[in-house]
C-alpha cells in the first residue's frame, strides 16, 4: 500500500511518514498541493493525507482536482489533516470529495485506525467495481447467445426479426432498396433418414457457413430460420445485386460436394427465394418483404430445387 501525504509543515509530515512506514505503508510527501498533484499522477497512490490549510492552492482545491483526475471506477480515499474540524470544514471537505478527517497532532492510534478504514472501504469499492464489470460481461454474453442459433452459430430467428424490422424503418427512411434472401435445404427429410440426425447437424452447420461467408457487409445478416431453412437480409441491395448474392449461395453449397443420395442430383443443394423493395408507405410492414420472398422460395422448389426464384416485379 502507498499513501500520499500533502503537508507543508515539515514536522507533522515527517511524524505522519514515520507512523505510515511503521504500520507496513510507504509513505511519499509533497510540501505544496501542486507538487502533491503531480505526485498523484505519477505515483497514483492508495490513500491521500491532505492538509486542509495549505499555502496557495487550499487542500479543498487539491482534493478536487485530485477527484478530477481520478478514471472511471477509480476512488482513492482522501483524509484531511486539519488543527481545527468545525461542521462547516466537515461539509466542505466532503462537498469537494473528502473522505474523513485527523485532527492534528496526530495520534498513531487514530492514524492507524483511520487508515485501515479507508484501506478496507478502498478493497471493497475495488471488489464492487470487479464485480460489476463481470456482470456487465456476463450480460454481454447472455444478450450475444441470445441472438446466435445455439448449432449453426449465426444469427438466429429474433436475431433476424429485428433486423428485418430495423432494415425495414430505415429503407422508409431513406427509400435505399432493401432485399431478402429465404433459403430452404432441398431433400433434408430424407438426408436425415440417410444419415442420421447428427449428419444432418453437420450438413446445417456446414450451410450456414457458406452464408456467412456470403455476406460481406456489416449490415448484412445471415440467419437461421428454422430447421433447416435460413435468410439472409441485404440493406441497401437491389434486386439485381440480391440475385447475384443468391447465386454465390446456391453455387456455394454446390461446391460442398456434400453426398445426398435421396436428392435427385445425388448432391446437397439449396433453392433461394429472393425479394426486393423500397419501402415507402408507413402502412406497409416487413411481413410483406417475408412472404414475397417466401413465395419465390416455393417457386424455386415447385420448378425442381436447386434454383434462384425472385418475386415478380422485383418487389413485395
Not at 472501504?121 to 442459433?149: G, W
Not at 427429410?189 to 447428427?198: S, T
Not at 456455394?252 to 456434400?258: D, N, P, T, Y
Request: charged share 30%; glycine share 8%.
Amino acid at each position: 500500500m502507498k499513501a500520499l501525504v500533502i503537508d507543508d509543515a515539515l514536522m507533522s509530515a515527517t511524524l505522519i511518514c514515520h507512523l505510515l512506514r511503521k504500520m507496513g505503508i510507504e509513505a511519499i510527501s509533497a510540501d505544496d498541493g501542486q507538487a502533491g498533484i503531480e505526485l498523484f499522477k505519477e505515483q497514483r497512490p492508495d490513500v491521500v493525507l491532505l492538509d486542509a490549510n495549505l499555502p496557495g492552492l487550499d487542500g479543498y482545491g487539491v482534493a478536487k482536482r485530485i477527484r478530477q483526475l481520478e478514471r472511471d471506477g477509480e476512488w482513492t480515499p482522501i483524509i484531511f489533516l486539519t488543527s481545527r474540524s468545525s461542521d462547516e470544514d466537515l461539509q466542505r471537505g466532503i462537498e469537494v470529495g473528502g473522505d474523513d478527517f485527523l485532527v492534528k497532532p496526530v495520534s498513531e492510534v487514530v492514524l492507524n485506525a483511520k487508515v485501515r478504514a479507508m484501506q478496507r472501504i478502498a478493497q471493497m469499492r475495488y471488489s464492487l467495481v470487479v464485480l460489476t464489470r463481470r456482470l456487465d460481461e456476463a450480460n454481454k454474453e447472455l444478450t450475444r447467445l441470445s441472438s446466435v442459433d445455439g448449432l449453426t452459430g449465426i444469427s438466429n430467428r429474433r436475431q433476424f426479426d429485428e433486423s428485418l424490422a430495423r432494415e425495414w424503418a430505415r429503407s422508409l427512411r431513406s427509400a435505399a432498396p432493401l432485399s431478402l434472401l429465404m433459403c430452404d435445404v432441398d431433400y433434408f427429410k430424407q438426408y436425415n433418414d440417410l444419415y442420421g440426425h447428427q449428419a444432418g447437424d453437420e450438413c446445417l452447420i456446414a450451410v450456414a457457413r457458406v452464408l456467412q461467408s456470403r455476406v460481406k457487409r456489416p449490415a448484412d445478416v445471415a440467419a437461421r430460420y428454422g430447421g433447416e431453412e435460413f435468410a439472409i437480409v441485404l440493406p441497401d441491395t437491389d434486386k439485381d445485386g440480391a440475385i447475384s448474392v443468391a447465386e454465390t449461395v446456391r453455387e456455394g453449397i454446390a461446391e460442398l460436394k456434400m453426398r445426398h443420395e435421396g436428392a435427385k442430383i445425388g448432391m446437397l443443394s439449396i433453392s433461394i427465394g429472393v425479394a426486393s423493395v423500397i419501402a415507402t408507405r408507413e402502412g406497409s410492414a416487413a411481413e410483406m418483404l417475408l412472404a414475397a420472398a417466401d413465395a419465390a422460395l416455393y417457386a424455386a422448389k415447385q420448378k425442381g430445387r436447386n434454383r434462384v426464384e425472385s418475386a415478380p416485379g422485383g418487389s413485395a
